[in-house]
């Protein structure tokens, strides 16, 4: 059985910083494209950045572009990591961890891809 388990959301204040994880199990990590996605009520699911099997390549939404996040994987440990830096009202949303073999399958959110739980992140004064 495929889980992916995200940690690391919580309340931070703006312009601060908060790093989230995303660990595999029961699955070739190594084999899939990975990506960070967020959600807030009543809006679509937004894809927030992903990364390639050996983080050759990366792609981030415009929404972050600018603003020091960097998404990461480390395969050894079957995981893979999103630090956020210069936090804004905005970014706040259960942020769900996904992959996927494909990368249109896992930008698309298909039916092959696997998600987390998700965690929450709230960014407020």
């Given at each position: 059985?495929?889980r992916?388990?995200?940690?690391?959301?919580?309340?931070?204040?703006?312009?601060?910083?908060?790093?989230?994880?995303?660990t595999?199990?029961?699955?070739?990590?190594?084999?899939?494209?990975?990506?960070?996605?967020r959600?807030?009520?009543?809006?679509?699911?937004?894809?927030?950045?992903?990364?390639?099997w050996?983080?050759?390549?990366?792609?981030?939404?415009?929404?972050?572009?600018?603003?020091?996040?960097?998404i990461s994987?480390?395969?050894?440990?079957?995981?893979m990591y999103?630090e956020?830096n210069?936090?804004?009202?905005?970014?706040t949303?259960?942020?769900?961890?996904?992959?996927?073999?494909e990368l249109?399958?896992?930008?698309?959110?298909?039916?092959?891809?696997?998600?987390?739980q998700?965690t929450?992140?709230?960014?407020?004064?």
């Amino acid at each position: 059985q495929v889980r992916l388990d995200e940690s690391g959301g919580g309340l931070v204040l703006p312009g601060g910083s908060l790093t989230l994880s995303c660990t595999a199990s029961g699955v070739r990590f190594g084999s899939l494209y990975m990506g960070w996605f967020r959600q807030t009520p009543g809006k679509e699911r937004e894809v927030v950045a992903t990364i390639s099997w050996g983080s050759g390549t990366t792609w981030y939404a415009p929404s972050v572009k600018g603003r020091r996040w960097g998404i990461s994987r480390d395969n050894a440990q079957s995981t893979m990591y999103l630090e956020m830096n210069n936090l804004i009202p905005e970014d706040t949303a259960v942020y769900y961890c996904a992959g996927d073999r494909e990368l249109a399958d896992l930008r698309s959110g298909a039916s092959t891809t696997y998600w987390g739980q998700g965690t929450q992140v709230t960014v407020s004064s």
